[in-house]
């Protein structure tokens, strides 16, 4: 059975640094495209950022320079460090894989930026 676990969220004053991990279950983070997503109140969620399984990063355009997205293959974890973070940046984001066409998700950490 597939589970993500998210964790790190908090609150955070604009400029500040978080550090959120995925704890995935199995051996699933090296073998696998890791996602964070995003969702703020009232907005769609979005894609923040991929780890694919070949070793390459995705980073969207509006968190480039500012959140970089690595694992750790040995602790089955996904890390998404932000930084110079903004209060735009407020919402929930969730860890996702997607295996053999079907899509799992942890339940999300709060992350609260204030000005």
């Known amino acids: 059975q597939v589970q993500l676990v998210e964790s790190g969220g908090g609150l955070v004053q604009a400029g500040g640094s978080l550090r959120l991990s995925c704890a995935a279950s199995g051996t699933i983070v090296s073998s696998n495209d890791m996602h964070w997503y995003r969702q703020a109140p009232g907005l769609q969620r979005e894609l923040v950022a991929v780890f694919y399984s070949g070793g390459g990063t995705y980073v969207a355009d509006s968190v480039k320079g500012r959140f970089t997205i690595s694992r750790d293959n040995a602790k089955n974890t996904v890390y998404l460090q932000m930084n110079r973070l903004k209060p735009e940046d407020t919402a929930v984001y969730y860890c996702?894989?997607?295996?053999?066409?079907?899509?799992?998700w942890g339940r999300g950490t709060q992350v609260t930026v204030f000005s």
């Open positions: 996702n894989v997607d295996i053999n066409y079907r899509d799992y």
